[in-house]
């Protein structure tokens, strides 16, 4: 046939489904938590996102003309976006702005672009560019800000501007006193300073599930992820399994010691467990297509969060643990997809 419109070959699947469609609906799920963000942080997390998605846009902008491909349909399914926020919702809302900027190029052009775009990338990009800046600058990525409800000093929204561009903070305030670790940081400080985790979940930064603020962002996490599912944009095999493998692992090490090793809880309301676990872990690229494989992939994250937290030098270990899982689904895929029926 010559008519171009014309349909040549089966099957022919019809979907809502787009790519652009599964992202408007990801980063809808995302408006609770990070409004929650804002709450609790500050407007510095909306520079952070707005400086990401920019660094992400412009990479994926030249990455598509060096490759010669029409930049206005890729750049229109909204996937670099994405990768931005969930990157920036990995980050202290004090970053240097040149973290988005080294994150996003190993992001965009590294883990997406160099091995053939969306849909051919390994490993999931925001994961990568985070993993890259949180080894690399390990300092520059620990300054957090309290929660407002803790905060010894509200940093302004200009504070903030001057803090990320320029490095500088308020004069007449301590660093100290602008700054404090995350809990999941007071943990790891706190276990080698051999205080128990009761005295640990006694400072104000801890609330009563988790962290003061991530208990709550957390939630919201959870709310979104819910959506996702309801709306069959995700799968529930992922989410759930990383949840109850979670609470299973790390209760065997409770258990055996409340006092030296975090609580199931704490786990998963402390950090960015739940965000991995409805926003990242369940990308259908980087992760695993069969049901069999998806729970595998699903525990392989959750075993290593788990281990990376309790025992690794990093306070959080889902940006590893969905990594190394990453590195592994193809072969997991390869042993549990059901074969065809004849197939030997």
Not at 81 to 87: D, N
Not at 127 to 140: E, K
Not at 192 to 209: C, V
Not at 319 to 340: C, E, Q
């Given at each position: ?7 040549t070959h089966a099957p022919?699947i019809?979907t809502?489904?787009?790519v ?6 990801v ?11 804002v709450?609790f942080?500050?407007?510095?997390i909306?520079l952070q996102?707005?400086l990401?998605?920019?660094?992400a846009l412009l990479?994926?902008?030249?990455s ?10 890729f750049?229109?399914d909204?996937?670099a976006v994405v990768?931005?926020?969930?990157f ?8 240097p ?10 992001a965009i052009?590294?883990a ?10 390994i490993?999931n990009?925001?994961?990568?560019g ?5 080894i ?5 990525m620990?300054?957090w800000?309290?929660?407002h409800?803790?905060a ?8 903030v501007?001057?803090?990320v ?6 004069a007449?305030?301590e660093?100290?006193t602008?700054t ?5 940081d007071?943990i790891?400080?706190?276990l080698?300073q051999e205080?128990t985790?009761?005295?640990?979940s ?10 003061l603020?991530w ?7 959870i ?6 599912i309801?709306k069959?944009?995700?799968s529930?095999?992922v989410?759930t399994?990383?949840?109850?493998a ?7 090490f409770?258990l055996?010691?409340p ?6 809880l704490?786990h998963l309301?402390?950090?960015g ?6 926003f990242i872990?369940t990308?259908?690229?980087t992760?695993c297509?069969?049901?069999k494989?998806q729970i595998?992939?699903?525990?392989g994250?959750?075993v ?7 025992f690794g030098?990093f ?6 643990g969905v990594l190394?899982?990453?590195?592994s689904?193809p072969l997991?895929?390869?042993l ?9």
């Amino acid at each position: 046939m010559n008519n171009p419109k014309a349909t040549t070959h089966a099957p022919h699947i019809h979907t809502k489904n787009s790519v652009r469609n599964v992202m408007l609906h990801v980063l809808l799920a995302l408006i609770p938590a990070i409004i929650a963000y804002v709450y609790f942080f500050g407007f510095g997390i909306v520079l952070q996102i707005t400086l990401s998605v920019f660094f992400a846009l412009l990479f994926e902008i030249i990455s598509l003309k060096l490759l010669k491909k029409p930049v206005g349909l890729f750049i229109s399914d909204l996937s670099a976006v994405v990768t931005g926020i969930l990157f920036a919702l990995c980050i202290s809302p004090l970053a240097p702005w040149w973290i988005s900027l080294i994150a996003m190029f190993f992001a965009i052009v590294v883990a997406k672009h160099l091995y053939g775009g969306l849909g051919q990338n390994i490993f999931n990009p925001a994961m990568v560019g985070f993993a890259v800046v949180l080894i690399s600058f390990p300092q520059s990525m620990s300054m957090w800000l309290a929660p407002h409800s803790i905060a010894l000093y509200d940093m302004s929204f200009s504070e903030v501007l001057s803090a990320v561009f320029t490095q500088s903070f308020p004069a007449n305030v301590e660093f100290d006193t602008l700054t404090q670790a995350t809990p999941l940081d007071s943990i790891k400080n706190g276990l080698r300073q051999e205080l128990t985790m009761t005295e640990i979940s006694a400072q104000p930064e801890f609330g009563k599930l988790g962290g003061l603020a991530w208990e709550w962002i957390s939630s919201l996490y959870i709310l979104g992820g819910v959506f996702l599912i309801l709306k069959n944009i995700i799968s529930w095999r992922v989410p759930t399994t990383i949840i109850i493998a979670t609470v299973l692992f790390a209760l065997s090490f409770y258990l055996y010691n409340p006092d030296g090793y975090i609580s199931p809880l704490q786990h998963l309301f402390t950090g960015g467990l739940m965000l991995g676990a409805f926003f990242i872990a369940t990308d259908p690229t980087t992760g695993c297509s069969s049901p069999k494989g998806q729970i595998i992939f699903a525990i392989g994250v959750a075993v290593m969060t788990v281990l990376i937290r309790e025992f690794g030098n990093f306070p959080d270990g889902v940006a590893f643990g969905v990594l190394l899982m990453n590195l592994s689904a193809p072969l997991i895929d390869r042993l549990t997809i059901p074969k065809a029926y004849g197939q030997k």
